[in-house]
């Protein structure tokens, strides 16, 4: 377990100073935080998309997805594949890397993290539902979509509900 902590702080700070490297000319446009959440968004954005159309494509292979007592379509069956995946990558990643200041405890920023996670996969299954479904844009493209909308949502949400920094009153 030792060893484990280890590499992975030894990873967190590799990527935190490569993020940091990159951060000088944006120094006067936004603090060190938000510039690490936009790159670490990103990196996730990348990995979330990227996964959803291996899914989709080659592991769903587009097709209808039968459970015998529900037909789930394929761009609806690859949101709840890649649910998991992405919750854990993504809290794992804004915790350590972009609100490592958080003095909330691990448990509670999972769950609040996890609150906001369903709020978006809520956002974004009525928004692919849409795009797809009555717009009838591709399903890869309405991910993508919906993703920047829901981009907004989380960043609010995790900067003020689920990694807040706790201030010490003035008593």
């Not at 936004?30 to 990995?47: E, S």
């Not at 591709?138 to 909308?149: A, D």
């Amino acid at each position: 377990m030792f060893l484990v902590r280890k590499i992975g702080k030894l990873f967190i700070d590799w990527v935190q100073s490569v993020i940091d490297f990159f951060y000088p000319p944006f120094s006067k446009f936004m603090t060190l935080q938000f510039f690490r959440y936009g790159a670490v968004g990103g990196f996730n954005l990348l990995v979330d998309w990227t996964l959803y159309f291996i899914i989709y494509q080659f592991i769903l292979e587009k097709s209808l997805v039968d459970f015998g007592f529900i037909a789930m379509s394929s761009h609806i069956a690859t949101l709840g594949i890649k649910f998991p995946v992405m919750l854990l990558f993504g809290f794992l990643m804004q915790k350590y890397i972009t609100f490592s200041t958080s003095e909330i405890r691990g448990r509670v920023q999972l769950l609040r993290y996890s609150i906001v996670v369903v709020i978006n996969l809520i956002v974004s299954y009525l928004g692919i539902k849409f795009l797809v479904e009555s717009v009838h844009l591709y399903p890869t493209i309405s991910n993508m979509i919906v993703t920047l909308f829901t981009i907004v949502i989380s960043y609010l949400s995790q900067k003020h509900f689920t990694f807040k920094t706790v201030t010490a009153s003035n008593d």
